[in-house]
T-cell receptor
């Protein structure tokens, strides 16, 4: 079946621009996670949704980062006034139930480059 | 595709060899330890997990060993294949709901 998809796969933004990154999780998956992965590093947690509720946003680096999942399926990560340090791969992951946190199904990521 | 392997520790093996990838963790309160594999241009893929009350767990061609005394985790891959070439990350998490904390990766290169 279809896995997690993310769009766009690549995004180039000028410093100060706003960007929106989309995640389509596996159908029926309750949990959805966003991660940021810098080059050569492991993914770092940003935020977690259970259905439409954002239960944890402790990893969001600043108030320029905002995520939503209004209908409990598709999610959007928005970054306002992008800075060069925001350049990274943004990964989305989903998992079936509210308690299945170990096995997460990741999308291919969106590579954001801020010039 | 994306390169996530820059400046990573690298393990080079021949096809058919057994591979051992090591990870040191810091949080003795972690309840689960998990291994993920990330191929170039793709997101991480779950391999296997182990709970903190276990020492060893086996999967298909993989074995994870946990040594809580020295806070060390290892992933053993039997009969390594070229398709195993990837960056491998260990991750840990606490009890109940908690986030995954990924460690530094190790790049595995398998030569035919």
């Amino acid at each position: 079946g279809a896995g997690v998809s993310q769009s766009p796969r690549y995004k180039v933004a000028k410093r100060g621009q706003d960007v929106a990154l989309r995640c389509d999780p596996i159908s029926g998956h309750v949990s959805l996670f966003w991660y940021q992965q810098a080059l050569g590093q492991g993914p770092e947690f940003l935020t977690y949704f259970q259905n439409e509720a954002q239960l944890d946003k402790s990893g969001l680096p600043s108030d320029r980062f905002f995520a939503e999942r209004p209908e409990g399926s598709v999610s959007t990560l928005k970054i306002q006034r992008t800075q060069q340090e925001d350049s990274a791969v943004y990964l989305c992951a989903s998992s079936p139930g509210g308690q299945s946190y170990n096995e997460q199904f990741f999308g291919p990521g969106t590579r954001l480059t801020v010039l | 595709g994306e390169s996530v392997g820059l400046h990573l520790p690298t393990l080079s093996v021949q096809e058919g060899d057994n591979s051992i990838i090591n990870c040191a963790y810091s949080n003795s309160a972690s309840d689960y330890f998990i291994w993920y594999k990330q191929e170039s241009g793709k997101g991480p893929q779950f391999i296997i997990d182990i709970r903190s009350n276990m020492d060893k767990r086996q999967g298909q061609r993989v074995t994870v060993l946990l040594n809580k005394t020295v806070k060390h985790l290892s992933l053993q891959i039997a009969a390594t294949q070229p398709g195993d070439s990837a960056v491998y990350f260990c991750a840990e998490r606490g009890k109940g709901y908690s986030t995954l904390t990924f460690g530094k990766g190790t790049m595995l290169l398998v030569s035919p």
